[in-house]
């Protein structure tokens, strides 16, 4: 039984996958001449083409129910399926003279550096997800729940049913939150995941939650939901029998859990799927199963090999301690959604130099507290060689990492450590543009080529790449020799006043012209508009992006 539900639940990922999988245009060809083929693209109700290119030359036009055109033979025609809510990922249509009634449409294999980014970003919020739950699992919220739910599963007929109740108990607890995950992008969608993950309204919902969570682990007030909630769900689960809603009773135990745990784990789940919402289309609910696959560990472990619980250690100082250590950690990664919000609006209400300034204090702070702490226990004549080490170096690496921001206050360090949760740093590019037409009128004027960056306020990886690899000396000496347009995908100021934010307008040209609504991206240029070569997307590497630019200059 346990075995066919983890297998449902490692079968969900597949099935979101497939579940996106759309062909609205649909394809046909024929030859013409010796030189010629004719082909038809018939969009479905609600969905139009947007024809990106056609062999070598730029289209950029948008068509509607059906297109005929003429090409030649060996022409990649690359396009982008759309409608008022999406757009696909780009594909490419190419004829072939031995199935003309089954034309070859795929990815384009100029973007597969961006679908591997997709995938990077897939893992790495995987990870974060289990390190969340692992974190979640030694809150005062669950720690104190895991022997005694344990305990009271292995007391069943014996101990008979308790192990594998317990282990459906943990099944229960990641199809909850897997569920959770899957109904977020499923209500949202991807577009709207992106626009909400630099949306002002959310980022500051969750700086002011984080404040007020960190607040409470600080002790100043204490976060309950309503007792009647959990204990109206524990007593239905009580009242279920029978094989058949057996599993049923699992699951209401396990959201009796997931009620109980909000004040802790609430704070965790909130920036984990924040994050995941300008990373992919499924990072929400892959971050879920990594988050419920580690919460849902002990419970299964300790049902396992039962006499682990006797070796547990009680909640006291240490969960105490490690309450206020959240806070600080909290505090910190508040000031990512406020700056976020800040600069994608353009408020400018926290500067790059407050940032540092506010982590020098959250991280210091926390140094002082543990040696603090490590004072009081040895006035108190205990000697707990294990809780004194422990502190020692959380005391040591909080107190070097404050150090090691505080140059980057007045820009004598870039502070890459920290690249994916700063303000974005200015790059002293000798002229840089802001706007596309303006870009390519000045390239065409000068008669230079162009290097033209897709970028994004709340992208991780553009901070990381900016400050690993455009702000490399080397980097920026190549790049004298290029027009540089730099666009930010998610802005919502409106700098042309014409009514339409300017990240809805670049992230059109993205898609539209370029096919891709990846970033980081970078296209080289000729002085008319022209692609060069294949797109870069994310990499730390100098010496990697300096290759690229000079195979395609």
């Known amino acids: 039984m346990f075995r066919r539900l983890l297998s449902l639940v490692l079968l969900c990922l597949p099935w979101a996958v497939n579940a996106q999988i759309l062909t609205p245009i649909h394809w046909s060809g024929e030859r013409i001449g010796d030189d010629a083929i004719r082909i038809t693209a018939a969009m479905d109700s609600s969905w139009h083409l947007t024809l990106i290119s056609i062999g070598d030359s730029m289209v950029g036009e ?22 008022d809510m999406q757009c696909l990922s780009p594909e490419v249509y190419i004829w072939s003279a031995q199935s003309e009634d089954n034309p070859i449409v795929d990815t384009p294999s100029a973007l597969s550096a961006a679908s591997a980014t997709g995938t990077q970003s897939l893992w790495t919020i995987f990870l974060l997800g289990l390190l969340g739950g692992l974190l979640a699992i030694f809150t005062p919220c669950v720690w104190p729940v895991i022997p005694m739910t344990v305990s009271f599963f292995l007391h069943r007929d014996n101990g008979r049913h308790g192990k594998r109740d317990a282990l459906l108990y943990g099944t229960a607890i990641v199809l909850i939150y897997v569920g959770l995950g899957l109904l977020i992008t499923t209500i949202f969608g991807a577009s709207a995941l992106n626009q909400l993950s630099t949306s002002a309204a959310l980022n500051l919902v969750f700086f002011v ?25 524990d007593n239905r689960s009580r009242r279920m029998s029978g094989a058949g809603m057996q599993f049923g009773s699992l699951l209401l135990m396990a959201f009796t859990l997931v009620i109980v745990s909000f004040s802790c784990t609430g704070p965790i789940i909130g920036t984990l799927l924040v994050e995941a919402a300008s990373m992919h289309l499924l990072a929400p609910t892959v971050g879920m199963l990594g988050f419920a696959l580690a919460l849902a560990l002990p419970f299964s472990l300790l049902a396992l090999f039962p006499n682990a619980l006797q070796r547990l250690p009680k909640s006291g100082e240490w969960m105490e301690s490690l309450k206020v250590t959240l806070a600080f950690v909290e505090l910190a990664l508040s000031l990512k959604f ?11 209400i926290l500067p790059r130099w407050l940032f540092f300034v506010l982590w020098v204090l959250c991280f210091g702070g926390l140094g002082v507290y543990h040696i603090v702490g490590m004072i009081r226990l040895l006035r108190s004549g205990e000697r707990p060689v294990a809780r004194l080490l422990i502190k020692v170096v959380i005391a040591i690496s909080s107190l070097g990492f404050a150090a090691y921001l505080v140059p980057a206050i007045w820009g004598g360090s870039d502070a890459k450590a920290v690249a994916a949760f700063a303000p974005p740093m200015e790059i002293p590019y000798k002229q840089v543009f802001r706007d596309y037409d303006e870009g390519l009128a000045y390239a065409r004027q000068e008669n230079k080529p162009m290097l033209l960056y897709f970028t994004g306020y709340g992208c991780v990886n553009c901070r990381k790449m900016e400050q690993y690899v455009m702000s490399d000396e080397t980097v920026q000496n190549a790049l004298q020799d290029f027009v540089l347009i730099e666009l930010f995908v998610d802005s919502r100021r409106d700098e042309n006043g014409n009514g339409i934010e300017d990240g809805e307008e670049f992230s059109k040209i993205q898609r539209e012209r370029f096919g891709s609504n990846a970033q980081p991206l970078y296209f080289h240029l000729a002085s008319d508009g022209t692609p060069q070569g294949q797109p870069m997307a994310f990499t730390t590497s100098p010496e990697e992006f300096l290759l690229w630019l000079r195979n395609t200059f």
């Open 62 to 83: 948008d068509y509607y129910d059906s297109y005929t055109f003429t090409a030649h033979p060996e022409d990649t025609i690359r396009f982008v399926a759309c409608n």
């Open 209 to 233: 939650l984080l404040v007020v969570f960190a607040l409470s682990f600080f002790g100043l007030f204490e976060i309950r939901l309503p007792a009647s909630w959990a204990t109206a769900i």
């Open 338 to 348: 406020l700056s976020v919000a800040d600069t994608a609006y353009g408020w400018g």
